[in-house]
């Protein structure tokens, strides 16, 4: 390397590894607080504990516009266990349409198989999203619930889910609707009060940027129902359980204390930043198209459907995924995810989750853009 390059690399290295993969992302630094002064003062089963759910509660209700007759529920677990609640929640005779544009889509699809529900499956080629009049044409089925992939992380395609959920109860109003908004949750605007679903849920290391201890999901009135008149629950997956012990901010099992206080902490920060955090979401992810454009490369996901939360970035043929990703964190101290799947070799995957700023995303897209023009000096 040249010692002008090298010059150029060291000023637009990031002074802290800045974990910008879609999958576990850098914690803010509310979360960082909390993590820091974390003491062990009370048991699950105690009123702190109680006092401490309730405000995680509250806090989801304000933020996410969770009107009466949808709960959210505080887990212990990951957003694939959902995928399995939502699963476990549903009887046998209720036929589903799933979907599978990608990698995570297609895996909730095999969750419901593979505990025997029955499910028809609604196919993309990876980059594509589902339009207006597939859609329309798949929901005319009567079917009794539809899943959703608000954002497929492994090709950076998000779904336009309002227009979506309207289109269900305009065409299908009896079929329930369930949302995997795992790696967009607190980036997009999605007022419950107007989306309505039956099931939306998220992991709290994606966008919520905790360390990955647990995740959320607001379940409906009519989910409990459902619910209430499915066999052979069991126990850990079981909603009725988790509804009732949410009446008494309580859950059935132990969640801990540790993922209510990041919880609230990264709530605050998003209620203190309030309605600019989408505007930042989306100057974010209009960095990462024109970046891309700017050096004549392609995203996977197809013009419309681009996510404001993860791009997956075609790379030049010479240049693979994985020795991209291993340059950026071994200069500019990023790490990013290499194309996912079948894309692995040839893409790279970078999120705009959290706190990220416009600054730092700009120096970031400075350093690429380093690393691809000088990319045959630093083989
Ligand atoms: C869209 C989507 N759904 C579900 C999951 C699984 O979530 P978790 O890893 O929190 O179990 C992921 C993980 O990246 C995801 O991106």
């Known amino acids: 390397m040249s010692p ?13 590894l800045a974990l910008w993969a879609p999958g576990p992302h850098m914690l803010t630094p509310a979360v960082r607080r909390v993590l820091q002064t974390y003491q062990t003062t009370y048991s699950h089963r105690s009123a702190a504990f109680k006092a401490c759910y309730q405000k995680a509660a509250d806090l989801l209700r304000e933020v ?15 957003g694939s266990y959902n995928w399995e609640m939502v699963a476990a929640n549903t009887p046998r005779n209720c036929t589903t349409l799933g979907m599978d544009i990608g990698a995570f889509s297609k895996k909730w699809a095999q969750v419901f198989q593979s505990r025997g529900r029955q499910i028809d499956v609604l196919k993309a080629n990876w980059g594509e999203g589902i339009s207006d009049q597939t859609w329309a044409d798949a929901i005319s089925k009567s079917y009794g619930l539809a899943l959703l992939t608000h954002n ?10 309002q227009e979506m959920c309207d289109a269900v109860r305009r065409i299908s109003p009896q079929t329930l609707i369930a949302i995997d908004a795992v790696s967009i949750a607190g980036a ?3 007022p419950i009060k107007t989306l309505r679903p039956d099931y939306y849920f998220w992991s709290l290391q994606k966008d919520f940027a905790c360390p990955t201890i647990g995740s959320v999901m607001v379940v409906s009135d009519r989910a409990f129902d459902m619910a209430a008149n499915t066999p ?8 009725i359980e988790w509804c009732a012990r949410a009446e008494t901010a309580q859950t059935p099992m132990t969640v801990a204390d540790l993922t209510l206080q990041c919880l609230i902490a990264r709530l605050e920060e998003m209620k203190r930043e309030g309605d600019q955090r989408f505007k930042r ?28 939360t993860v791009s997956a970035i075609r790379l030049p043929r010479h240049i693979s995924g994985s020795d991209f990703v291993a340059k950026a964190r071994a200069l500019l101290n990023v790490q990013l995810g290499a194309g996912y799947g079948e894309t692995v070799a040839r893409a790279f995957r970078i999120a705009a989750m959290g706190h990220t700023s416009e600054r730092d ?11 691809l023009a000088n990319w045959s000096q630093l083989e």
């Open 361 to 371: 995303m700009q120096r970031v897209l400075e350093g690429l853009s380093l690393l």
């Open 152 to 161: 497929e992380t492994s090709t950076g395609v998000m779904l336009p889910i």
């Open 232 to 239: 052979e629950r069991g126990y850990v997956l079981d909603l």
């Open 4 to 16: 002008a390059l090298v010059r150029e690399i060291v000023d637009l290295r990031l002074p802290d």
């Open 64 to 78: 996410f516009h969770i009107p009466p007759g949808f709960t959210p529920l505080i887990f212990g677990h990951t």
């Open 188 to 190: 997009a605007n999605t």
């Open 281 to 308: 979401h989306r100057n974010l992810a209009a960095m990462h198209r024109e970046w891309a454009a700017a050096h004549g490369l392609r995203l996977i996901a197809q013009p419309g459907y681009e996510s404001l």
